[in-house]
């Protein structure tokens, strides 16, 4: 549904459902990825690069206390003493689960109790006459702050060993084929949203960016293309990467995507969330980093969009000259747009989404896969921080590049045409792929 600020009963009321619905989604979410495994599993580190699930699970819970309990709220504090423990910016991953933590039982009784005392705030809040809650803004920030880390402790199951716990139907497999590429014709769009009640800091504000022509793939690129890279010799040619690229893929030894196995007949096996399966041709790649697109691009004889390209390819429809919030218009997503919400364990086939896709006919831009950019992450023109900096503007100009788009494990709430994600060229453990650009030739033009 599309959020408008608050102006009467029957406004609220509304309003009231809607932010009900993305909490409780969000907490049955949370609880489902914490209950799924033992405490045992609840407080091991799993990797480095991620926090134990029952750090991430009172991070939730405080977050909500801090912003909904305590600023929206004017309530006492639940657990004043905690504060710092779950501060994301005090603490690094790796040194997490050192600090004296909150064990399960008592991150779940806090969490459970901050919730509580959330309802009560929802029932007596108006609903406006502030930027935190006009149209219900510090509701959403929250709903979509935890099913931000529900990814983040999704990607934690991924990583962990042992057998799997976590089921999910088979995504659709793709119906009519599709392939090729788009072009998009230059002129002048807008970028960003100055209107949409729940965007963050970083998609704001709107403002118009005219790009010359550039051709996009359809599709993101799959695993059966990416094997061909393989096969070429990708990771072992030294002109297909940059100097940092290289750098990075000898230094790490790789030869191939993350959780990608190939056994002595030379087949190639994926595992997902503890189970080996072969692999699907037709699926987006996903788990690679940045540098490895970056050499897929360079094989390929094409290049990375810009997030420009990318946000013009998935929001502007040619027919109106208007951006709009996905690519196949403004309704949320469904089940037969998006591969989004968890409702699958891994992408689908390319083309499984053919109501998904943008005017020009670019598929699966939402959903399935976050999809890496060339761009590094930096301000809008005209950017404000809110309602705090460490959201966005302490990683601006940072080592950074932009994904776009959402995958199979990004909640609907936390992902729109204008959303932007960020990370460091190396990680692998996010759910990203990627799609190609190119300049046009001149006969295309």
């Not at 309990?69 to 639940?78: I, K, L, Q, T």
Request: net charge negative.
């Amino acid at each position: 549904m599309t959020i408008s600020p608050a102006t009467d009963h029957t406004e609220v009321e509304r309003l009231r459902g809607h932010i009900a619905t993305v909490l409780t989604r969000a907490r049955a979410r949370t609880t489902a990825l914490t209950d799924a495994v033992d405490e045992a599993d609840l407080v091991a580190q799993h990797s480095r690069l991620m926090s134990p699930l029952v750090w991430d699970l009172a991070h939730i819970g405080n977050q909500e206390e801090l912003w909904l309990v305590r600023d929206v709220g004017g309530r006492e504090p639940v657990r004043a003493d905690i504060d710092e423990l779950y501060d994301a910016f005090k603490h690094a991953r790796a040194n997490r689960p050192a600090l004296p933590l909150l064990d399960p039982n008592q991150a779940r009784d806090y969490v459970g109790v901050v919730r509580d005392k959330v309802w009560d705030v929802l029932d007596r809040s108006i609903l406006r006459g502030s930027p935190l809650l006009d149209g219900g803004f510090a509701f959403g920030m929250i709903a979509q702050h935890e099913q931000q880390h529900d990814e983040t402790m999704l990607a934690t199951h991924q990583l962990r060993s042992g057998p799997a716990v976590l089921t999910a139907p088979a995504p659709p497999a793709s119906g009519t084929p599709v392939g090729g590429e788009v072009l998009i014709p230059a002129g002048e769009f807008t970028m960003g949203t100055s209107t949409d009640p729940w965007a963050l800091d970083n998609e704001r504000p709107a403002h118009p960016v005219r790009l010359p022509a550039f051709v996009i793939d359809a599709t993101p690129v799959t695993n059966e293309q990416y094997a061909a890279f393989i096969a070429d010799g990708g990771y072992h040619r030294r002109d297909l990467w940059s100097e940092r690229g290289w750098a990075h893929r000898t230094e790490s030894e790789l030869t191939a995507p993350q959780f990608w196995e190939s056994d002595p007949a030379g087949n190639w096996w994926r595992r997902i969330f503890g189970v080996m399966t072969p692999l699907r041709p037709h699926q987006p790649v996903v788990h690679v980093c940045w540098f490895e697109a970056e050499a897929y691009a360079a094989w390929a004889g094409k290049r990375l969009p810009s997030e420009a390209e990318w946000e013009k390819a998935a929001r502007f429809d040619p027919t109106t000259g208007v951006s709009r919030r996905y690519p196949w218009g403004d309704a949320e997503p469904e089940a037969d747009t998006a591969n989004l919400g968890q409702r699958h364990l891994e992408p689908a086939d390319v083309g499984a989404y053919p109501k998904g896709a943008s005017p020009a006919g670019v598929h699966q831009l939402i959903g399935d896969v976050w999809e890496w950019t060339s761009s590094g992450f930096e301000a809008y023109p005209g950017f404000r921080p809110f309602p705090y900096p460490e959201y966005s503007d302490v990683f601006f100009g940072g080592d950074y590049r932009v994904l776009r788009g959402g995958s199979f494990g990004t909640d609907p709430v936390a992902c729109r045409g204008t959303f932007r994600n960020w990370d460091h060229p190396i990680r692998r453990q996010i759910f990203a792929g990627f799609r190609l650009a190119r300049d046009p030739r001149p006969e295309e033009l």
